[in-house]
């Protein structure tokens, strides 16, 4: 039999999923109101998103809207944007938000603990199990999550105050490639 790759039910629930979330976004950029005068789509994003979901789509988006010029610039979740020079502001936001302007829920921030096989197969024992107060932990923003994961495992917390905490989820993703 030749090697290739078997989808896992979690990989199918994992794209259906994201494939929701990417349909949604589409459908905000189909239906956005653009100035009338101006011909310009100014976007403030964060950057994990524009890598994964706007820049991947700016070829598509220039053929079916050739007279919009594109604007973008960085977002920089928890930070305030000047939305005087924004027509869109993609950004993480955790809680209800109450201001002026409409809010369109894109994704839902939930954050699972991964290993990567490449990483299991040089870290791990040789009866192929890790022992996971010895590896080294990529944290996006805080140590939350593996700590729930730790929790929920029956592992103490303490075996997961190392690691390497990245402020930005395309830092943390560009290490795990």
Known sequence: M???????????????????????????????????TSGQLRIAVIPSIATRLLIPGIQEFKLVHPGISLSISYATAGHDVDLTDTDVLIDYYDGTYEGPYSVT????????????????????????????????????????????WAQRAGLRTGEIDDGIIFADFNLLRALSR
């Open 2 to 36: 030749g090697s290739g790759v078997k989808v896992t039910g979690a990989g199918i629930n994992l794209f259906r999923e994201l494939n929701r979330d990417f349909e949604r976004l589409a459908d905000i950029f189909d239906t956005m109101r653009l100035k009338p």
């Open 105 to 148: 829920h894109l994704l839902s921030g939930e954050v699972k603990p991964v290993c990567s096989p490449a990483y299991l197969k040089t870290a791990a024992g040789p009866d192929g199990i890790l022992d996971f107060s010895c590896a080294t932990l990529l944290h996006d923003e805080d140590r939350r999550c593996w700590s729930r």
